[in-house]
C-alpha cells in the first residue's frame, strides 16, 4: 500500500505502475479540507477568481452565474479532451493518475478530498482511462491527457477495465465506483497539471535504470568471455 499526499519517490511510483494499491494520507485530506473552505468563502463572496466563477482562456473575463459553477467545471474537461493516437500504455495511466492525485493531496489546488480519492478508488479496482498519447501542449500543462482521465471520473469517455474497453459509466458501474460530481474549481484542477509528461519520464527513467544494470552485466560477461584483462 502506497500513502500519497506527502513523499513519493520514483520506486514507490513504480510499485503503483505495477499495481500497488494506494490510498490519501489522512494529514492530505485535512489540508484539502482547509484549501477547499477557503475556495467556498470565496465563492460566497461573489470574487472574481479565474476557472472559479469566470471562464477561461479569451473568456477570463466573463463571469459565471454561481448555478452553474459545476457545469462549467464539466465543460471545462469535456472540451479539452480532445486527443489523438493510440492510448497510452497501462504503467504510464497508473503513473499519471497516481501521481495527479499525488499533488492534488498537496492541499494546494482547493479541492475537496473526494476529487483525490476518486483518483485512488480507480487505481484501487484498477479502472484504468482510455487516454491518447498525443494532444499535450507541454508548456500549459497536460490538459487533454488529464482531460481524458477526468472524464472517467465523471462518468463519461472510455475505461480498461477487466481487459476490456469500455464506456466509462459501464466500467465504473461494473466496479462499483459512483461517478463524480465536480464542484466549483475541480475540473480545472484536475487538467492543469504535467503529470502525463511526469510519468511517461518516470517510466522511462526506470526502463533506463534497469537498462543500464543489464548493460553492465553484458559488459562483464563480454570481457570475461574474451578473457580480457585490465
Not at 489522512?26 to 475556495?39: G, H, I, L, N, P
Not at 476518486?118 to 498519447?133: F, G, Q, R, Y
Not at 459509466?169 to 474549481?185: D, H, N, V, Y
Given at each position: 500500500m502506497?500513502?500519497?499526499g506527502d513523499h513519493?519517490?520514483?520506486n514507490?511510483?513504480?510499485?503503483?505502475?505495477?499495481?500497488e494499491s494506494v490510498f490519501?494520507?489522512?494529514?492530505?485530506?485535512?489540508?484539502?479540507?482547509?484549501?477547499?473552505?477557503v475556495?467556498e468563502?470565496?465563492i460566497?463572496?461573489?470574487e472574481?477568481?479565474y476557472g472559479?466563477?469566470?471562464?477561461?482562456?479569451?473568456l477570463a473575463e466573463?463571469?459565471?452565474?454561481?448555478?452553474?459553477?459545476e457545469q462549467?467545471?464539466v465543460?471545462i474537461?469535456?472540451?479539452?479532451?480532445?486527443?489523438?493516437?493510440?492510448?497510452?500504455?497501462?504503467?504510464?495511466?497508473?503513473?499519471?493518475?497516481?501521481?495527479?492525485?499525488?499533488t492534488?493531496?498537496?492541499?494546494?489546488?482547493g479541492v475537496?478530498?473526494?476529487?483525490?480519492?476518486?483518483?485512488?478508488?480507480?487505481l484501487n479496482?484498477?479502472v484504468?482511462p482510455?487516454?491518447?498519447?498525443r494532444g499535450?501542449?507541454g508548456a500549459?500543462?497536460?490538459l487533454?491527457?488529464?482531460?481524458h482521465?477526468?472524464?472517467?471520473l465523471?462518468?463519461?469517455?472510455?475505461?480498461?477495465y477487466?481487459?476490456?474497453?469500455?464506456?466509462?459509466?459501464l466500467a465504473l458501474?461494473?466496479?462499483g465506483?459512483?461517478?463524480?460530481?465536480?464542484q466549483?474549481?475541480?475540473g480545472?484542477?484536475?487538467?492543469n497539471?504535467?503529470?502525463?509528461?511526469?510519468?511517461?519520464?518516470?517510466v522511462?527513467l526506470?526502463?533506463s535504470?534497469s537498462?543500464?544494470i543489464a548493460?553492465?552485466?553484458?559488459a562483464?560477461?563480454t570481457?570475461?568471455?574474451?578473457?580480457g584483462v585490465?
Amino acid at each position: 500500500m502506497i500513502i500519497l499526499g506527502d513523499h513519493l519517490t520514483l520506486n514507490e511510483l513504480k510499485q503503483v505502475w505495477k499495481g500497488e494499491s494506494v490510498f490519501i494520507s489522512d494529514e492530505a485530506v485535512k489540508r484539502m479540507e482547509a484549501t477547499r473552505s477557503v475556495v467556498e468563502s470565496i465563492i460566497e463572496k461573489g470574487e472574481p477568481v479565474y476557472g472559479v466563477n469566470t471562464g477561461v482562456g479569451r473568456l477570463a473575463e466573463i463571469s459565471i452565474d454561481r448555478n452553474e459553477l459545476e457545469q462549467l467545471q464539466v465543460n471545462i474537461v469535456r472540451s479539452h479532451a480532445v486527443g489523438v493516437g493510440e492510448p497510452l500504455s497501462r504503467e504510464i495511466v497508473r503513473a499519471a493518475m497516481a501521481l495527479r492525485a499525488h499533488t492534488l493531496a498537496q492541499g494546494l489546488s482547493g479541492v475537496r478530498p473526494i476529487v483525490a480519492q476518486k483518483l485512488t478508488e480507480l487505481l484501487n479496482a484498477d479502472v484504468l482511462p482510455v487516454v491518447p498519447s498525443r494532444g499535450s501542449v507541454g508548456a500549459s500543462g497536460d490538459l487533454a491527457p488529464l482531460a481524458h482521465i477526468a472524464l472517467t471520473l465523471i462518468g463519461e469517455g472510455e475505461a480498461i477495465y477487466r481487459g476490456q474497453r469500455l464506456p466509462s459509466f459501464l466500467a465504473l458501474k461494473l466496479a462499483g465506483i459512483e461517478p463524480l460530481r465536480l464542484q466549483a474549481k475541480e475540473g480545472l484542477a484536475l487538467i492543469n497539471g504535467t503529470q502525463a509528461s511526469t510519468a511517461v519520464l518516470a517510466v522511462a527513467l526506470a526502463r533506463s535504470e534497469s537498462l543500464l544494470i543489464a548493460a553492465d552485466a553484458v559488459a562483464a560477461m563480454t570481457f570475461e568471455a574474451l578473457e580480457g584483462v585490465d
